[in-house]
């Protein structure tokens, strides 16, 4: 000590926080730091033995497995955050909640990139020999997988990473055959040849989660099919010329109104421009309702209604190409259809039944075959050879850089029908239409023979699929709640389920078919089935799908006894929608995670487009096999979109990388942008926005870091009970008490945005803005717990204040480290290996969330201090007026004097001191409802008033307060009594 006490440095004496947490993260360089020390650790697997130790509950999120195809973006890595957060949550809350990662291996996606690798050596697909495109296949999937799998780590995303389920595993593929051959076995496979959608381009057939819909031109053409016996025609009006040459009836609706109408007068070619196709005097059968139309778009100036035409009595009719040659010389019989409306067109619907769902069902309903349709376009979208003049010409172009654009079809069945004489008219109009998603080319409906699951056949339990399904969405859980209606709409009211495609690389259908048709597992007895889906299952699981089609028939049915020439065996594969919907069977059963037959993951989680895709396809197949959904609960989120709410395209250039983010900013500003939005919408992201997520990080660090600091040198003796603790104290237990409650039902309902709202202004409002704040003074100045052995009861009040104030902040950042660790993974593992509480675990995801006693809440405690904050609002309000004007230039240059008209105001603050509160060196409630005028008031608190007076006496040269003099311990002059108390102690156990 100093001779002279005025010029002591005191500042040896006061408690500074330190800690060697950096302010800043340098993310992009030490996260990839921190994912090694994780695999060093081997935390998964030390993850998954805690549990084990627990005794936990078992707690099944299953991957919805990506396509191994090219890098991730955007969305597939927030698709990706958002499981981990929800893996990592659960795990925390006490669950064992395992993530096995997959990956979709078959089907388009992939095959598609392998045929544009060989076009780039100049060999199509049909050069490559089957199995060797199949090995292509396999290799490229496999190269992505690796790639992939790499970018999804980056992420932070923790799981089973050296042991994921692949669809294209040979066990993987023998259990995808053993589910088809199971549902088979139901009775429930059936073979038609309906008309389904189908890809020239890529050559096969595709099912509705397979298209997209966009708009395009196409040409609209008006024909007459004139009538047998008569100098009357039918009109009918089409959108695909193309389908004309495949007509083969008419249909109509007996609940319409239909005339017998003569064109008298037609715009003239000088006044069109072109030479019209109507022609005065012709005769035609229309629907009153659109006649005018018809006439309008014919450009027929004047016409006249001569009688009421019954199309049920025009007998048959004439096909409009039937002069040109016999080929198109058949009767074309009337057909009664519900389908047909007055709505557009012309009141009679041309009738392809190759061609269209409706032409197909009305056909087969009015009592012709399937044998009878005219399959006249093959598999690439081009007539077939027996088609007089239009052989061999395409619908759509198939390559080239053309590729997806009309083909020579349209042009030149218009151009035939015009040379007829039976083109009424013509135009051009805009319709919505399928497009394959992946090649981005029209498809076209052609009836082939498909392999399908029904939807409406009565299966082992009596119930139909359909209902089986429906019954299992009425069960599940949807996050959000709209997701059970949409799900439900679309199977109410979907076709049977087409499940084969003609393509290389997939799945086989593993069906032997006789001479009559009829699959193996109902043709032959039940016993010979299921020999052989044995012998099929364990050829697949050895060599995988290429044991199918290498192994010859007889290899498969010789030992039963039967004749290989009696039986086809089936090539085409499985939908790749089949493949990835029986995923349940061999990542969750059959690795032993769920019960075989009556398990179901807890949750199904990817984006709102797989109503149609996985969520269906999963939900029919566990049904069809097992009567239930795979499923508890389904969780849909929505997609990436800019600023301005336009879906991300290169074209357009408005994309983000997370490849971008991670390198300038880090993945857990990704991770933070992905859980602070609404992620069940589609969410906004610009650089802007991911800017408000960096500040959002450095807000949560820097809160972080100041209790780290705050804590410098904390143990758990200097624990202060509750009970013990003063008020403001235990208003902060409060409401960690009411967070615990709040984040853990945000994480259970998987409400990130909640638990980060929740969490970011409690950090800037609750700690920075309020307790941080009003504590520091305590924290800087208060005596240190070091010195409690030369504390008097009046140096233990202070001492005290500060140790309840050093448990409370050490009660938040466990509470803190913990509830952001799911979203914040890396930062949150840092500051946990910086703190006190680093021996606790090897790593911060080892914990769980800590329990929070029942006895921290305090409603009645809470009432009081929302009253004293209303209060302080006001008093805060008048300070920073007078910093403002400079008038003082920190708080406790000032001692407001605090008018309040609301007695229980007052009241709030007994045993509590208000210059603390108020961060001043005075402060006086005065009871009253009159003001003196001239005072600080808010609009919203009427009723306080504040003066804010400056105070008097001297500046404490420790803490800066002002204080009277006279009340200073004479040893002490230049400080308050407090710190002298404080200065005490520190004396008396240190050396001078």
Not at 104 to 110: A, N, S
Request: net charge negative; charged share 25%.
């Amino acid at each position: 000590m100093t001779d002279s006490l005025t010029d002591r440095d005191y500042r040896d004496t006061l408690f500074l926080p330190a800690t060697e947490f950096p302010m800043r993260g340098g993310l992009p360089k030490r996260e990839p730091d921190w994912i090694k020390r994780w695999d060093d650790l081997k935390l998964y697997e030390r993850l998954r033995a805690d549990a084990k130790a627990r005794g936990a509950e078992q707690w099944i999120l299953h991957d919805g497995p990506p396509y191994a195809n090219g890098h991730i973006h955007l969305g597939t890595a927030m698709n990706k955050i958002v499981k981990d957060i929800i893996v990592r949550s659960h795990q925390m809350a006490g669950f064992d909640a395992a993530y096995l990662p997959g990956w979709d291996c078959h089907g388009l996606p992939i095959e598609w990139k392998v045929e544009e690798e060989f076009r780039s050596k100049g060999k199509t697909k049909d050069d490559v020999p089957p199995g060797e495109f199949r090995a292509a296949c396999r290799a490229y999937a496999e190269k992505w997988v690796e790639i992939q799998g790499k970018e999804f780590r980056s992420l932070g995303i923790e799981g089973e990473w050296d042991n994921p389920y692949l669809t294209m595993k040979f066990e993987s593929e023998a259990s995808i055959v053993g589910e088809f051959l199971r549902m088979a076995k139901t009775g429930s496979l059936v073979r038609g040849a309906k008309p389904i959608m189908w890809s020239p381009v890529e050559r096969t057939a595709l099912a509705e989660a397979e298209v997209e819909y966009h708009d395009r031109k196409v040409p609209v053409i008006w024909v007459k099919f004139p009538v047998e016996g008569s100098d009357a025609s039918v009109v009918i009006w089409t959108t695909t010329p193309w389908t004309i040459p495949a007509n083969q009836a008419v249909s109509y609706n007996p609940g319409i109104a239909y005339g017998l109408y003569e064109v008298e007068t037609v715009m003239s070619e000088e006044e069109l421009g072109f030479a019209p196709y109507a022609k005065p005097g012709e005769k035609l059968i229309l629907a009153d309702a659109l006649a005018a139309a018809v006439m309008d778009g014919a450009k027929v100036s004047a016409y006249k209604r001569l009688e009421d035409v019954d199309p049920s009595a025009l007998g048959k009719l004439s096909h409009p190409l039937h002069a040109m040659d016999p080929f198109f010389a058949h009767d074309i019989p009337l057909l009664a259809g519900e389908h047909v409306t007055d709505d557009a067109g012309t009141g009679f619907v041309h009738t392809a039944p190759a061609h269209g769902e409706d032409d197909f069902n009305v056909w087969v309903e009015s009592g012709h075959t399937t044998q009878e349709i005219r399959q006249i376009v093959d598999p690439d979208g081009c007539y077939t050879p027996d088609v007089p003049r239009f052989a061999g010409m395409d619908i759509i172009r198939t390559s080239g850089k053309k590729r997806g654009e009309p083909g020579k079809a349209n042009n030149e069945v218009i151009a035939a029908l015009a040379e007829s004489g039976n083109l009424f008219a013509r135009g051009m109009t805009t319709i919505r239409d399928a497009h394959s998603w992946r090649s981005k080319a029209p498809v076209i409906r052609r009836a082939t023979p498909q392999w399908f699951i029904s939807m409406d056949k009565p299966g082992p339990n009596g119930k139909t699929l359909r209902e089986n399904a429906l019954k299992a969405i009425d069960e599940t859980e949807f996050f959000p709640a709209v997701g059970r209606n949409r799900l439900r709409s679309m199977v109410e009211g979907r076709p049977d389920w087409l499940i084969s495609r003609q393509r290389n690389w997939g799945v086989p259908i593993t069906i032997f078919v006789n001479k009559s048709g009829e699959p193996h597992t109902a043709a032959l007895t039940k016993e010979q089935a299921d020999t052989l889906n044995v012998a099929i299952r364990e050829a697949i699981t050895k060599g995988g799908v290429e044991a199918w089609f290498d192994t010859p028939a007889e290899e498969f049915l010789g030992p039963l006894g039967l004749s290989a020439n009696e039986w086809d065996k089936v090539t085409d594969v499985l939908d790749v929608w089949f493949d990835s919907g029986t995923t349940h069977a061999f990542a969750l059963r059959e690795r032993g995670i769920i019960d075989a037959e009556t398990g179901q993951a807890d949750l199904y989680m990817e984006g709102s487009d797989q109503h149609r895709g996985w969520f269906q396809s999963s939900l029919l197949e566990c049904c069809a096999t097992r009567g239930m959904a795979p499923y508890r609960q389904v969780l849909t989120h929505g997609f990436i979109v800019d600023a301005e709410g336009k879906k991300m395209s290169k074209s357009i250039g408005n994309t983000i990388e997370p490849q971008e983010i991670q390198k300038q900013y880090g993945i857990e500003i990704l991770r933070i942008w992905t859980a602070s939005g609404d992620y069940t919408e589609d969410l906004r992201i610009s650089d802007e926005i991911i800017k408000g997520s960096v500040e959002t990080y450095r807000k949560l660090r820097n809160t972080v870091r100041y209790l780290l600091g705050a804590l410098d040198d904390w143990t758990d003796a200097e624990t202060i009970e509750p009970a013990k603790m003063p008020g403001l104290e235990r208003w902060v237990l409060h409401r960690l008490a009411e967070l615990d409650a709040q984040v853990k039902a945000a994480y259970t309902v998987y409400d990130f945005k909640r638990v980060m709202s929740l969490l970011i202004n409690f950090a800037g409002v609750d700690l920075s803005a309020v307790y941080f704040d009003i504590r520091k003074d305590s924290l800087y100045c208060d005596p240190r717990f070091s010195t409690m052995d030369a504390w008097d009861d009046a140096t233990a009040f202070y001492g005290n204040r500060r140790c309840a104030a050093r448990t409370v902040m050490a009660a938040v950042l466990e509470r803190l480290l913990t509830w952001l660790a799911p979203v914040m993974p890396f930062t949150m593992e840092e500051a946990f290996l910086e703190s006190h509480l680093g021996g606790k675990a090897d790593s911060v995801h080892l914990l769980l969330f800590p329990e929070t006693p029942e006895g921290w809440k305090d409603e009645k405690l809470a009432e009081r201090w929302a009253k004293i904050f209303t209060v302080r609002r006001v008093v805060t309000g008048a300070l920073e007026v007078e910093r403002r004007e400079k008038r003082i230039g920190a708080s406790l240059e000032a001692a407001p004097v605090v008018h309040i008209a609301d007695e229980a105001l007052v009241k709030a603050f007994e045993g509590e001191d208000p210059a603390d509160l108020f961060i001043t060196s005075g402060a006086e409630l005065v009871h009253t409802s009159e003001g003196k005028g001239g005072g600080f008031t808010l609009d919203d608190t009427p009723g306080v008033v504040v003066y804010p007076e400056k105070a008097t006496g001297i500046k404490c040269r420790r803490s800066w307060k002002y204080f009277d003099p006279v009340l200073a311990d004479p040893s002490f002059p230049d400080i308050t009594p407090r710190d002298a108390l404080a200065v005490k102690a520190w004396d008396a156990t240190h050396e001078a």
